[in-house]
């Protein structure tokens, strides 16, 4: 509940559209009471050709001649209730008597008073003819549902942009925490994760929301508004109408709870679902090439299957909702057309001893009444959906807010330190790494790379090669000791002047669904057209692009796929080129470029390394030949020697 209610909160700043939706929603609910309030003089008055006027006044009259007798009679059972001796039955009753023409006569005190501030209004607006009235009063009813509709739409509208404005700053709250974490902790949610969380988990909370900030208001003040109007033709009654909404409130609490779960589940079969299909799809050269489409379409079959099945009880949730509010609707109309009937059939104003009207109550009374009480069941079985919806967006909250609470472990330091450029060295300091807390990869590495230098880092798989160049780059921070840029930790630095420096090209290419040209300018966006060539050339891009018909506004597709490997890492090259960063980092960048490019490729490096720092990983005896110095890392301990050491054995 905390989470969403945080949610509420977040809303809550669009306070102004929110009050300007509140403020509509109670003209809705005031028009909805008054639509039936309007038949109350057509039915008891104007069809019995008597204008409201006279009406009134003779409102007026009646009830003042009610007190006038009451009064005296008042005073005769005073009398007789101050005589010194009389028979104790008949004390008792005129006692009863007393109380119920004292509580009569306050009744008719409140109409003479309401009927006379009443006159000059019905006075002023309203016609002596009964039928102008009729008339008047339709079109009052057929303006005011115009009206009552305007509201509706302007506080849907209202409530749906707050709605849809949290969930978009959630989304992108969601997606700017993908981009925060370092690679373990978002590797914890994966791609599906994130998917889910992106389109599912903030829709749920938007729903939520929306439920709330809609109809939490709107509905609840309809009810009110027709039970305050039925109250005031008989408050008793009204309350007697009410003795089924305790157990359907306990009926709600126990659907909600429900609700709640299966809200929990489908939001984790949701995350499976996704989960399943961005796997089979990435891999689908795979799934193919093994032949395991049908173990996969049965994965896809099963999690669909998990997922229908759990809609449909939700859906059964949703839908005994409906019953049970309208039981309390019903319930309601049930009871007050039994208890009036029985009042108005035998004119009585107690019920099982209890009063339930100060006069018996006319036909047009009670049909009022009726009325009051249909209105209000509209809006109790409106409310369940608003309550679903709530318990919804509560589930939504509950899966969101935890994830935006996750601090980055790349936290940012407040006032970063600069560091000049070029620097003068890069240094590791005693760096010990674990991703799991159990398995060290890197232990006690110290290590000191200066400026200009050219370090290739050599070692078996597995052995912390990798994970080394990400704790330079700090894509994660060391578990011990520390990364250095002259003297300057990583973690003093801001984020934005590291990576800045860097220009890196890993083995797995990762190319964007775009042009050639706009792959290769991600490398700085500023880049002039001749720029982008001369780093493809440098990259021996340039050829193969030339050769497409559309050169570099070849669209590459997802990943790159329309391009060979060769090709992919080559525009990644390029990129990292056009950067012109101080330190080059390459991860095996060049292994799957041919012999022949690769030889040009490493003559271009040459002039390019000059005045950098460059830092490679390979296996390649042609790439160590342009290493001023090596860095072996086996099973995560890493010794540095000159390059000509390694030449010379
Ligand atoms: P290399 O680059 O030398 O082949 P890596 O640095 O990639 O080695 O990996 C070193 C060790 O760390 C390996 O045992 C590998 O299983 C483990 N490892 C690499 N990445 C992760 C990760 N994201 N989570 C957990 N373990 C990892």
Same mark, same amino acid.
């Given at each position: 509940?905390?989470?969403?209610?945080?949610?509420?909160?977040?809303?809550?700043?669009? /306070?102004?559209?929110?009050?300007?939706?509140?403020?509509?929603?109670?003209?809705?609910?005031?028009?909805?009471?008054?639509?039936?309030?309007? =038949?109350?003089?057509?039915? +008891?008055?104007?069809?019995?050709?008597?204008?409201?006027?006279?009406?009134?006044?003779?409102?007026?009259?009646?009830?003042?001649?009610?007190?006038?007798? %009451?009064?005296?009679?008042?005073?005769?059972?005073?009398?007789?209730?101050?005589?010194?001796?009389?028979?104790?039955?008949?004390?008792?009753?005129?006692?009863?008597?007393?109380?119920?023409?004292?509580?009569?006569?306050?009744?008719?005190?409140?109409?003479?008073?309401?009927?006379?501030?009443?006159?000059? /209004?019905?006075?002023?607006?309203?016609?002596?003819?009964?039928?102008?009235?009729?008339?008047?009063?339709?079109?009052?009813?057929?303006?005011?549902?115009?009206?009552?509709?305007?509201?509706?739409? $302007?506080?849907?509208?209202?409530?749906?942009?707050?709605?849809?404005?949290?969930?978009?700053?959630?989304?992108?709250?969601?997606?700017?925490?993908?981009?925060?974490?370092?690679?373990?902790?978002?590797?914890?949610?994966?791609?599906?994760?994130?998917?889910?969380?992106?389109?599912?988990?903030?829709?749920?909370?938007?729903?939520?929301?929306?439920?709330?900030?809609?109809?939490?208001?709107?509905?609840?003040?309809? @009810?009110?508004?027709?039970?305050?109007?039925?109250?005031?033709?008989?408050?008793?009654?009204?309350?007697?109408?009410?003795?089924?909404?305790?157990?359907?409130?306990? =009926?709600?609490?126990?659907?909600?709870?429900?609700?709640?779960?299966?809200?929990?589940?489908?939001?984790?079969?949701?995350?499976?679902?996704?989960?399943?299909?961005?796997?089979?799809?990435?891999?689908?050269?795979?799934?193919?090439?093994?032949?395991? +489409?049908?173990?996969?379409?049965?994965?896809?079959?099963?999690?669909?299957?998990?997922?229908?099945?759990?809609?449909? /009880?939700?859906?059964?949730?949703?839908?005994?909702?409906?019953? @049970? *509010?309208?039981?309390? %609707?019903?319930?309601?109309?049930?009871?007050?057309?039994?208890?009036?009937?029985?009042?108005?059939? !035998?004119?009585?104003?107690?019920?099982?001893?209890?009063?339930?009207? +100060?006069?018996?109550?006319?036909?047009?009374?009670?049909?009022?009444?009726?009325?009051?009480?249909?209105?209000?069941?509209?809006?109790?079985?409106?409310?369940?959906?608003?309550?679903?919806?709530?318990? #919804?967006?509560?589930?939504?909250?509950?899966?969101?807010?935890?994830?935006?609470?996750?601090?980055?472990?790349?936290?940012?330091?407040? *006032?970063?330190?600069?560091?000049?450029?070029?620097?003068?060295?890069?240094?590791?300091?005693?760096?010990?790494?674990?991703?799991? $807390?159990?398995?060290?990869?890197?232990?006690?590495?110290?290590?000191?790379?200066?400026?200009?230098?050219?370090?290739?880092?050599?070692?078996?798989?597995?052995?912390?090669?990798?994970?080394?160049?990400?704790?330079?780059?700090?894509?994660?921070?060391?578990?011990?000791?520390?990364?250095?840029?002259?003297?300057?930790?990583?973690?003093?630095?801001?984020?934005?002047?590291?990576?800045?420096?860097?220009?890196?090209?890993?083995?797995?290419?990762?190319?964007? !669904?775009?042009?050639?040209?706009?792959?290769?300018?991600?490398?700085?966006?500023?880049?002039?057209?001749?720029?982008?060539?001369?780093?493809?050339?440098?990259?021996?891009?340039?050829?193969?692009?030339?050769?497409?018909?559309?050169?570099?506004?070849?669209?590459?597709?997802?990943?790159?796929?329309?391009?060979?490997? $060769?090709?992919?890492?080559?525009?990644?090259?390029?990129?990292?080129?056009?950067?012109?960063?101080? #330190?080059?980092?390459?991860?095996?960048?060049?292994?799957?470029?041919?012999? +022949?490019?690769?030889?040009?490729?490493?003559?271009?490096?040459?002039?390019?390394?000059?005045?950098?720092?460059?830092?490679?990983?390979?296996?390649?005896?042609?790439?160590?030949?342009?290493?001023?110095?090596? #860095?072996?890392?086996?099973?995560?301990?890493?010794?540095?020697?000159?390059?000509?050491?390694?030449?010379?054995?």
């Amino acid at each position: 509940m905390n989470y969403f209610v945080r949610a509420l909160r977040e809303a809550a700043k669009s /306070w102004p559209l929110l009050a300007a939706a509140l403020l509509c929603s109670a003209g809705v609910a005031a028009l909805w009471g008054a639509n039936i309030a309007a =038949l109350f003089p057509i039915i +008891e008055v104007t069809l019995k050709g008597d204008s409201l006027q006279s009406w009134n006044e003779r409102r007026i009259d009646e009830a003042e001649s009610r007190i006038e007798a %009451g009064k005296r009679e008042l005073a005769e059972i005073e009398g007789r209730l101050a005589a010194p001796a009389g028979d104790a039955a008949e004390l008792t009753r005129d006692r009863t008597r007393r109380d119920t023409l004292q509580l009569s006569m306050r009744g008719d005190q409140a109409i003479v008073y309401s009927a006379e501030r009443l006159a000059p /209004w019905l006075d002023r607006f309203l016609p002596r003819n009964p039928f102008q009235t009729v008339l008047l009063v339709v079109v009052f009813v057929v303006a005011s549902t115009f009206l009552k509709h305007v509201l509706l739409m $302007g506080s849907t509208l209202l409530v749906s942009w707050v709605a849809m404005n949290i969930s978009r700053n959630i989304r992108l709250k969601v997606f700017d925490k993908a981009l925060a974490l370092d690679r373990a902790q978002f590797m914890k949610y994966g791609s599906a994760g994130f998917m889910a969380q992106v389109t599912a988990t903030s829709d749920m909370l938007a729903g939520g929301i929306t439920a709330v900030y809609g109809g939490a208001v709107t509905e609840p003040l309809k @009810i009110i508004t027709c039970l305050g109007f039925a109250a005031m033709v008989s408050w008793r009654l009204t309350l007697a109408c009410l003795t089924l909404a305790p157990v359907v409130g306990f =009926l709600m609490v126990w659907l909600n709870r429900r609700i709640r779960n299966v809200s929990k589940n489908i939001l984790n079969r949701s995350k499976g679902f996704h989960h399943v299909l961005l796997e089979a799809l990435n891999n689908v050269l795979t799934v193919q090439a093994y032949t395991m +489409e049908e173990f996969e379409r049965q994965r896809f079959r099963n999690c669909t299957r998990d997922m229908m099945r759990t809609g449909l /009880w939700h859906s059964f949730y949703h839908a005994l909702a409906n019953p @049970i *509010t309208e039981i309390l %609707g019903i319930g309601m109309v049930a009871t007050s057309i039994a208890v009036g009937a029985w009042l108005v059939i !035998n004119q009585e104003t107690k019920i099982f001893g209890i009063t339930m009207t +100060e006069q018996p109550m006319t036909v047009p009374g009670i049909m009022i009444f009726f009325g009051f009480l249909i209105g209000a069941s509209d809006p109790v079985r409106k409310l369940s959906g608003v309550i679903t919806g709530l318990n #919804i967006g509560m589930v939504g909250a509950q899966n969101l807010y935890p994830l935006l609470d996750t601090p980055s472990r790349l936290a940012e330091t407040a *006032t970063p330190r600069a560091v000049p450029s070029p620097h003068r060295e890069i240094r590791l300091d005693d760096v010990t790494f674990s991703y799991d $807390g159990i398995d060290t990869v890197l232990k006690g590495v110290n290590v000191s790379i200066r400026f200009g230098e050219r370090v290739a880092i050599v070692g078996p798989n597995g052995g912390g090669k990798s994970t080394l160049v990400n704790v330079i780059c700090r894509f994660y921070d060391p578990t011990k000791g520390r990364v250095l840029i002259d003297d300057v930790p990583l973690t003093e630095m801001s984020l934005h002047d590291l990576r800045r420096r860097i220009a890196m090209v890993t083995q797995q290419t990762e190319l964007f !669904n775009e042009s050639i040209h706009y792959n290769i300018k991600y490398g700085r966006w500023e880049a002039t057209d001749a720029e982008i060539e001369d780093a493809a050339r440098k990259a021996h891009a340039h050829e193969f692009i030339s050769e497409f018909p559309e050169g570099y506004r070849t669209m590459v597709g997802p990943n790159g796929f329309r391009l060979s490997g $060769g090709q992919r890492q080559r525009i990644a090259l390029a990129r990292a080129f056009l950067r012109n960063a101080e #330190i080059l980092v390459l991860d095996e960048a060049t292994s799957q470029i041919d012999v +022949e490019s690769e030889r040009l490729i490493h003559e271009a490096l040459a002039t390019y390394v000059e005045n950098r720092t460059v830092i490679m990983i390979t296996h390649r005896a042609s790439t160590l030949a342009l290493a001023d110095s090596i #860095i072996e890392v086996d099973h995560g301990v890493a010794t540095k020697r000159p390059a000509r050491q390694q030449q010379a054995a």
